[in-house]
């Protein structure tokens, strides 16, 4: 630091010389009248930049002040690293020696950071081609570097900046990195505790000692703002079971001499703990103090938990906030009683005024139009504000799945005490798809697809979707689009157009085919909130193309009543969709009845499913969900339930660890026929996938499936239903949802085709 400190004194002190120097040389003259001035050593900079800079000008008086007053404006114009002002009789000559132009900036070595991220880095502070080299911007960039390698925890990083002069008074600039190795946390120590083991503090920490995902969540590397936001988990954690007075005293973080290893010592003290003697409340709770109580969930002798306290104020701001109040003003406040470790909590209420939305303003949008935003309020402008309204209409918007996050904020309107504006942020998620591929199997062989979808379509919250397939054995053309906003009313509107063509597999034997081709319309009223009636009717042709190993099912429906089959099934269903968001649900329920019946046409039969889902919030990080889905079918009129209608599970949103639609009744041939009545039963814990960020839509899952299908005369058997279970990982990708499960069957019988690792993009549960 010495050297440093000299070395810098010493410069100072030669570029003070320096400009003594000059300055005798532009101050040795009596004062004259200038009649031209010259400048001389420009190869880049333009003569009109010095000219406009210099504070004198042809016909003026020179002096010594005006030479002194020109060098300074031109050397604050960081162009130049010499000036002089020579006199020759009346004219002045003004000399400058031009920095050099950057021509070029490398990084070597680096693999941490990409290199256009390092460029736009150095850009910004003006260390860029073409711009005058600047030695002190150049140390700046170097110590920065260091800096960020630094909180990469890679404390062995060297940086060296090599300038190398060429041609035309240009330089090139590399900074050469040796990265090292990082350092790692070796040690995490917590001293003072008394109530809670180290290891189960240990574990609430973002930060530890490594594991198998350390490579990729870097969970051993140091981080300062990784160890404050542990040390804030920790201060919770106390503080919500009773420790009112817990401290972290002191925090030690050292390096070893190789500057590989960390070790982490945490000083705590824990003090008593309180429990909770009484709740009271204090204030203007608008003549609803009974309802107000029965918010609050922390009770007389229980430990006092600053999260539920927390949680408590927040529930009186909201409901305060459905009567219009808000600014309501909510605070809790302890009184401590050291002697008995008890403590009065006292909830004071100021609601303030009563206010109303002026503004209702949409941010983040540049796709989807404000109107399909908008017309998800259920509050709207210039009316009371209604925190069950913003609420519902926050929830509207995520429902959409246009959106990875929606945040509403309320805002006052300076000067006006009694009006608020609601400002809604959203972050767009890509809605739109464009698939072209092949793939190959052994049993499909060569498959090409081609798909585009946008949920979204132009900005205007339609859906429309093009999916063709040319595989071997499923080939489809589908086209399908839907109105949500049919009417202004909310009746959504949805038209299909289909083409389907099946064949078994080789494994199967056999060259029949099941050709279906058909168009149908749907609609859908709103009678509630969460609840949506639809109603619909399509226009089908299935025919059954014989071939050899044909199923006998399906031989003996088409010898009956004909191989080809015209129908017009008509449908009705309903849902009640309660769900946080369509995109990442964490609570709330969804429900969703269908019935379609064959009337018309050639067919008679009613075909009838139901599904529940639950979401149930765990914590902030688990969420419990369930799900149930239960099929059934029935020939009317005498007729059996249509072969071609079956249902069918195994695999992926259904019972994983099978073969896709594998399950089930088979026909002689040993061929998969599906069935009439289906059962499907799962049960996930889902959490954010380690290291994802904010990013919401990648999370894991543990699971456990169970499920069958059941022919028109097997009856529903528990003993029959096949298991399995495992873990997985969902993601809401720019193609569509992708979801990976490596499942274990634990219930399966002889024949059931196990598939353990399935992976598969635009499936939902």
């Known amino acids: 630091m010495k050297h440093s400190i000299h070395r810098f004194r010493m410069r100072a002190l030669t570029t003070a010389l320096g400009l003594m120097l000059v300055a005798n040389q532009a101050w040795a003259v009596d004062p004259f009248k200038v009649r ?40 604050g114009l960081g162009l130049f690293t010499d000036i002089r002002i020579e ?30 991220a390092l460029k736009k880095a150095l850009r910004d502070i003006g260390l860029t081609e073409g711009r005058p080299f600047d030695k002190a911007l150049a140390d700046r960039a170097e110590q920065e570097l260091k800096r960020q390698y630094i909180n990469r925890s890679l404390y062995g990083a060297q940086v060296v900046t090599t300038v190398t002069p060429i041609e035309r008074n240009r330089v090139n600039l590399t900074f050469t990195v040796t990265e090292g190795d990082p350092a790692k946390i070796k040690e995490i120590r917590i001293v003072g505790n008394k109530a809670f083991s180290e290891g189960t ?72 703990r309180y429990v909770v003697s009484s709740v009271k409340l204090e204030g203007n709770y608008l003549g609803r103090d009974d309802e107000f109580k029965s918010l609050i969930t922390i009770r007389p002798g229980e430990a006092y938990n600053a999260d539920r306290v927390a949680e408590t104020t927040k529930s009186f701001r909201d409901n305060f906030g459905n009567y219009g109040f808000a600014f309501a003003n909510v605070e809790a406040r302890p009184d401590i009683d050291r002697s008995n470790n008890s403590v009065a909590l006292l909830l004071t209420a100021e609601p303030s005024r009563r206010a109303y939305v002026r503004r209702v303003n949409v941010v983040g949008n540049t796709r989807t139009r404000d109107e399909v935003i908008r017309r998800e309020f259920r509050q709207f402008e210039s009316s009371w504000y209604d925190g069950n309204k913003i609420r519902l209409s926050r929830d509207r918007v995520d429902r ?53 979808k946008q949920e979204n379509a132009f900005g205007s919250g339609n859906y429309l979707g093009l999916d063709i397939n040319t595989s071997k054995y499923n080939r489809a053309i589908v086209l399908n689009t839907v109105d949500p906003y049919f009417t202004t009313d909310g009746v959504s509107l949805s038209l299909d157009l289909f083409h389907r063509n099946s064949r078994p597999y ?6 029949y085919q099941l050709e279906t081709t058909g168009a149908g319309v749907r609609f859908g009223v709103p009678f509630s909130e969460v609840d949506t009636v639809y109603f619909g009717g399509t226009l089908e042709r299935t025919t059954i193309k014989p071939g050899t190993n044909i199923p006998a099912a399906y031989l003996a429906y088409g010898e009956k009543f004909g191989y080809t089959s015209y129908s017009v099934p008509l449908s009705v269903g309903w849902q009640r ?29 009613v075909r009838s499913s139901y599904q529940y889902q639950q979401f149930v919030p765990l914590n902030k990080q688990y969420t419990l969900a369930f799900n149930g889905e239960l099929g059934y079918g029935k020939g009317l009129s005498g007729r059996p339930f249509p072969v071609f209608k079956n249902f069918y599970s195994g695999g992926l949103g259904s019972v994983r660890g099978f073969e896709q639609g594998t399950l089930g009744p088979r026909d002689v041939t040993g061929s998969v026929i599906g069935g009439s009545k289906k059962v499907t039963l799962n049960a996930e814990i889902l959490t954010p996938f380690p290291g ?74």
């Open 400 to 452: 959409l799945g246009y959106f990875t996050e929606v945040n509403m904020e309320t805002l006052e309107v300076p000067g006006v005490p009694d009006q608020v504006d609601l400002q809604v942020t959203v972050a767009e998620k890509p809605t739109g798809s464009l698939t072209m591929g092949a793939g190959f199997s052994s049993a499909e062989k060569l498959a090409l697809s081609f798909g585009i």
């Open 201 to 272: 503090l240990r574990d609430l920490f973002e930060l530890d000692t490594g594991g198998w995902l350390s490579w990729y969540t870097k969970s051993d590397r140091y981080s300062r703002a990784k160890l404050n936001a542990d040390i804030e988990t920790l201060r919770s954690y106390y503080l919500s079971r009773g420790y009112l007075e817990f401290q972290v005293e002191s925090t030690q973080v050292a390096i070893s001499p190789d500057k590989e290893d960390i070790a982490i010592v945490l000083n705590i003290t824990e003090g008593e």
């Open 87 to 116: 006199v020759n009789g009346d004219v002045l000559v003004v000399v400058v020696e031009e920095r050099p132009t950057v021509a070029d900036v490398t990084f070597a070595g680096t693999k941490e950071f990409e290199q256009d």
């Open 36 to 75: 031209d001035i010259r400048i001389e050593g420009l190869q880049r900079v333009e003569p009109g930049t010095v000219f406009a800079s210099l504070p004198l000008r042809v016909g003026d008086t020179y002096s010594d002040e005006m030479g002194a007053s020109a060098i300074r404006s031109l050397f």
């Open 577 to 605: 969709d309660s769900r946080d968001s369509t995109l990442v649900p964490t609570n709330g329920t969804l429900n969703k009845v269908n019935a379609e019946v064959g009337l018309f046409g050639d067919t008679r039969y």
């Open 692 to 765: 994802a960020g904010n990013d919401r839509t990648l999370r894991m899952y543990g699971f456990v499936d169970v499920g069958n299908v059941y022919g028109e005369d097997d009856k529903f058997e528990l003993s029959s239903m096949r298991a399995s279970v495992g873990v997985g990982v969902s993601w809401i990708s720019p193609v569509g949802p992708l979801r990976l499960a490596l499942a274990n069957p634990v219930r399966k019988f002889a024949g059931d085709r196990i598939q353990k690792l399935q992976f598969q993009i635009g499936t939902s549960f």
């Open 506 to 511: 080789n494994d199967q034997g056999g060259n």
